[in-house]
């Protein structure tokens, strides 16, 4: 029996199923994962849901890694829970991303997409209540997981749950928007926990306020930063090196403006275009001296919303580079693939980070760069992410939505002396690295064993 159990929707591993029947394991990175460096194997389990064919057929044949189990929940139970309830739902209100005019509508089909979100999480508090030793700890992660502690202290009252939120939590206005009935629902799953965790005190703030006097769990803010020396060893492996080359020879000696983000909605990747165009145009002097290198790993490109998004940011950069591209420049380099390594090289190129979302739980991102680049890099961000609660003094800060004050900051962060941004950027990276994810984690975990 496990004593520290972690849930989540993605697990720390996936499958992909060949034509010739063989699954190839894949290994994935993120905050969470290192974070769970720190737990001794036989000790620990991470509760996460089969994704895909790869990783339903996994469960079939019983293929698991030591510490992970992986529920294999009805597929279109699974495409409701996450794509029609956590996805179009959950992350547009934390996101306040709703076209107002059309969207929510909370109607026969919302309810029944909602009842299996309900069973979704119910799976995992199943799970979780039949792994779980006497009196452990479980460690529920983000919006997907709602239900979870509340389902959970029902099965098993010994337990000590803790639930984190990696998004922003829905202002009053947005949270109300939801039928009273499921916000309560919601409400009274997340305060099943004995503590509730968020990235900035802003968002715990928030969940405080739309919780009103329903209950009195904990609320605490726990942000979370980047492992440095980790990452630069990443940054500096030989095939980091040689796209840092080809990126070299494609760029010469002209300066970068770097944002890496997934296709989003709330990373606002299409402003942050517009801006650079802005910056092209009021400032004519940068044309033919500065690429804005770009990369959008695709993500959820189940639901339209985000595949229309994505041809959109590719459509805006074509554009950008027919308006002022040369035969020798072509200003907006775009790479719409989950492509780490580019990232990285970009990250070590980097002279500004542009990191301007509409909203966002953190943003690791603006934590990455500054520890990465090479020659200290300006940024350039949103005042609504997260990490803009940690980092705002030594970034130059913008309304995500003033399109115009953003290309203006874009130029600023352009000319920064030279000492100014090995000051700032020493500064950023200092303050990215105090909460690395194993610290992060046990944090969390001895706050939670003390409760
Ligand atoms: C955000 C969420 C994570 C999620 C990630 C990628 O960071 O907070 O829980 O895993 O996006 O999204 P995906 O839908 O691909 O898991």
Redesign the pocket.
Known sequence: MATVLVA???GPVSYALGEDGSLDTRRGGGGLVSALSAIDAREGLWVCAALGEGDREAVRRGVAEQGVRMLDIDPSVYADAYNGIA?SVLWFLHHHLYDIPREPVFDAGFRRRWESYRTYNRAFAEALAAEAAEGAAVLV????LALVPGQLRELRPDLRIAHFT??PWASPPYLGMLPTDIREELLRGMLGADRLGFHTRAWAEAFEEGAGDLGRTTVAAYPLGVDGEELRALAYRPEVDEKLARLRTEIGDRKTIVRVD?TELSKNILRGLLAYRELLTTHPEWRNRVVHLASAYP??QDLESYRSYTTAVTDLAEEINTEFGTPDWQPVLVSVKDDFTRSLAAYRLADVALVNPVRD?MNLVAKEIPVVSETGCALVLSREAGAYEELHEDALVVNPFDVSETAEALHRALTMPPSERTDRTKRLAATATAHPPQRWFLNQLEALRER
């Open positions: 989540s929707n993605r996805n992660q983000d919006y997907h990696h998004t997934r993500s959820r739980g």
